[in-house]
């Protein structure tokens, strides 16, 4: 559950900055165009706020994930304030 939550907020943040994929070694983001209307990137946010809830609920984690999961929210904090 927890990777699979870590794969989704990965590629929502990806998608909003596929320079970045590229830059971290995801070349299937090579040469993708980031759709820039307001509508397109308002639903792009709106994925990232309902996938940090989630990861903000998870329970049971142990330390690795903790802190994995601290640093994701942290990602998305970022995004959501740009």
Do not use: C
Request: no cysteine.
């Amino acid at each position: 559950m927890f990777d699979q939550l870590v794969d989704g907020v990965s590629a929502a943040l990806w998608n909003l900055d596929p320079s970045e994929a590229v830059y971290l070694g995801k070349h299937e983001y090579d040469g993708v165009v980031p759709e820039l209307t307001e509508d397109a990137i308002g639903t792009q946010l709106e994925r990232l706020r309902l996938l940090k809830d989630r990861l903000q609920g998870l329970e049971g984690l142990d330390a690795d994930q903790r802190f994995d999961r601290s640093q994701l929210i942290a990602a998305v904090d970022s995004a959501l304030i740009t």
